[in-house]
Structure formats: structure tokens, C-alpha cells
């Protein structure tokens, strides 16, 4: 979803990726993301997280953190 989203090639690690890094990770883009996450896999990311996020490994966190609390 990501890579798709923001058109990341796969020799890209995500594990380094910020929005500093990630040419269309903008404020727009980041919101599209949210929403595309909230759609897809069916979760709701509070506001204040998706705030607070500027790394896809805190992405990846956010998104673990709201799938387990509503399991």
C-alpha cells in the first residue's frame, strides 16, 4: 500500500523511509495514506497518532497498535 501510494521502488528499505525521504510523502500524501490504511485494512488511526507519525516504521507501529487493540 505504501510503496503503491507513494510509488516506492522495492530496493527502497522502508525501514529508513521518513517523510524527509519520501518525495510524495507530503501533508496531502500523508493524509491519502491514513485514509487508504483506514480503508483497506479496516482500522481507524486517531488523529493525534497520525500526527505524530514521520516514519514508516512508526506507520508500521501505529498500524499494529490499532489492529491489536481491536482484536
Not at 503503491?4 to 523511509?17: Q, Y
Request: proline letters at 3%; a positive charge.
Amino acid at each position: 500500500l505504501f510503496r503503491k501510494l507513494f510509488r516506492v521502488s522495492g530496493d527502497t528499505a522502508l525501514e529508513a523511509a521518513s517523510m524527509d525521504s519520501i518525495a510524495r510523502w507530503d501533508s496531502l500524501g500523508h493524509l491519502k495514506l491514513a485514509m487508504e490504511i483506514e480503508r483497506r485494512l479496516g482500522v481507524r488511526l486517531p488523529g493525534d497518532v497520525v500526527g505524530r507519525i514521520r516514519t514508516f516504521p512508526e506507520l508500521a507501529a501505529a498500524v499494529q497498535a490499532e489492529r491489536a487493540r481491536v482484536a
